[in-house]
């Protein structure tokens, strides 16, 4: 039951998105004991990804982007004409964190890649991983 309720939340996720409806959705992210709530944009398309956080002055704690990739490979970013520092978090097709970059610089041209194959990613403000215990292992789910 479980798994066929995260199959409907996925298609009509994917139904909002493919309408353009979708501006930002609750992520949660389960870091035993706790769950962190976060408003995040979704970037499906290679335009928005290639987007990302660029040339905004800040954003709020509780915020971040999510990026969709089409295949599961190695993913790298760099950040170029992003403003603030992020923490980038790299995620499994299981919605299991495998890897965080912390404290990616602001405006650097520098590539840093996942070590693993990863399905999606998430940009945060720097810091919020470990302020509160985000770490690889934790578990995300979408709740359009």
């Not at 979704?42 to 990302?52: K, L």
């Not at 980038?88 to 404290?103: A, K, S």
């Not at 403000?125 to 215990?133: L, T």
Request: proline share 6%; hydrophobic share 40%; charged share 20%.
């Amino acid at each position: 039951m479980k798994k066929l309720y995260s199959m409907i939340q996925e298609a009509t996720l994917a139904s909002f998105l493919m309408q353009g409806i979708v501006l930002a959705v609750p992520l949660h992210i389960q870091s035993l004991p706790n769950t962190h709530i976060f408003d995040i944009e979704i970037a499906q398309t290679s335009q928005e990804r290639a987007q990302g956080l660029m040339y905004r002055q800040t954003i709020a704690d509780n915020q971040g982007i999510l990026f969709l990739f089409p295949h599961l490979k190695k993913q790298c970013f760099w950040m170029k004409n992003t403003l603030m520092p992020l923490d980038i978090l790299m995620i499994d097709d299981n919605g299991e964190i495998v890897e965080i970059l912390y404290d990616m610089k602001p405006q650097s041209k520098q590539c840093r890649c996942s070590n693993k194959p990863v399905s999606r990613a998430i940009e945060l403000k720097a810091g919020i991983c470990h302020d509160r215990g985000i770490r690889p292992g934790d578990k995300i789910t979408l709740n359009p």
